[in-house]
């Protein structure tokens, strides 16, 4: 009787070579990577954009605000309405009370730059000494150029109006931003006895800049030439139509010596502003009167 042997799975071998592994995950993940860093640069990069945008609209409504206050407080002395200013007045005005505040900014965050170097290979190069001269060879470029500049925009110098009114700004400035800094500390754990003197110094700086801010309309504004935003009323002699001679002399304007039937010529008057309805100019008793716009016929401006 035959044994049956029972029939065993040989196991097959495959000899054929191994297929190469699947690579597109390997390929693709790159592409993915570079494809999501682009992505992400541009949106930083439009972010960047609508930061800068919004600090733009954000600084020329402060301007604008400014602008407003010191205008007013400035023709109030007079009893004017301002409202009838352009806009972009206002702005220039703004802009005026805003630059010694942008100046102690821009040098306090370049102090810190230097004091502060960002590398430890900055630090090693760059000594007390070497950063004592750059801060004074960059005080000395900026103090020369706003001598060079300076006879070009008109203002008139005076310790008040263009040094201790400024500094006062610049001042009140730091104390706000420090307050603000300091601010940021608190925490909801933080006692009320801690953050009582944080919130009186943040108040006196906001105090401080109101002051500021009421002097350089009272002294500083009218410093500056009207024609670069100032409240300076500019020397004149107008022209005005025959008719009007009764007006101006019952307005006590100063008149020309000499007077043609064709025209009657004004002497010279401050011309205080201008605006599409009227001119507000200072007569012989220093009080501010309005000519209407029709009956000024020429403007002679005078240095």
């Keep these: 009787m035959d044994s049956e042997t029972p029939n065993k799975e040989i196991p097959k071998t495959d000899d054929s070579p191994a297929s190469p592994p699947d690579r597109t995950v390997a390929v693709d993940a790159p592409i993915a990577s570079d494809q999501q860093s682009e ?10 954009l609508d930061l ?16 407003v206050i010191v205008v007013t407080l400035h023709l109030r002395q007079y009893g004017v309405n301002s409202l009838d200013l352009s806009q972009l007045h206002y702005i220039t005005a703004g802009v005026w009370v805003m630059l010694p ?12 730059f230097l004091a502060v170097p960002q590398t430890d290979k900055a630090q090693i190069s760059m000594g007390w000494t070497g950063r004592i001269y750059m801060a004074f060879f960059t005080v000395l470029v900026l103090f020369i150029t706003v001598r060079f500049f300076w ?21 009140t400035t730091l104390i706000i931003l420090a307050g603000a800094y300091s601010l940021r500390r608190l925490t909801r754990n933080t006692p009320i006895r801690k953050a009582l003197p944080l919130l009186g110094v943040t108040a006196l700086g906001v105090g401080g800049f109101a002051v500021y801010v009421r002097f350089f309309a009272q002294y500083t504004y009218p410093s500056i030439p009207w024609a670069t935003g100032g409240g300076r009323a500019s020397q004149v002699r107008l022209f005005l139509t025959p008719e009007s001679l009764p007006y101006a002399q019952g307005l006590k304007v100063a008149l020309a010596p000499s007077q043609t039937n ?21 007569n012989q008793e220093e009080k501010a009167v309005s000519l209407p716009a029709e009956i000024v016929k020429g403007i002679s401006y005078e240095k």
């Design 39 to 48: 992505g992400s640069g541009t949106a930083t990069l439009k972010d960047g």
């Design 262 to 282: 064709a025209m009657v010529e004004t002497g010279p008057i401050k011309l205080l502003l201008t605006t599409e309805k009227q001119l507000i100019v200072i």
């Design 101 to 112: 505040i942008a100046f102690i900014t821009t040098f306090t965050i370049f102090t810190a």
């Design 151 to 171: 006879r070009e925009t008109g203002i008139e110098f005076t310790w008040k109006s263009t040094v201790l009114i400024p500094l006062l700004g610049m001042g």
């Design 52 to 67: 800068f945008g919004k600090l733009i609209f954000g600084f020329a409504g402060l301007c604008y605000v400014l602008g």
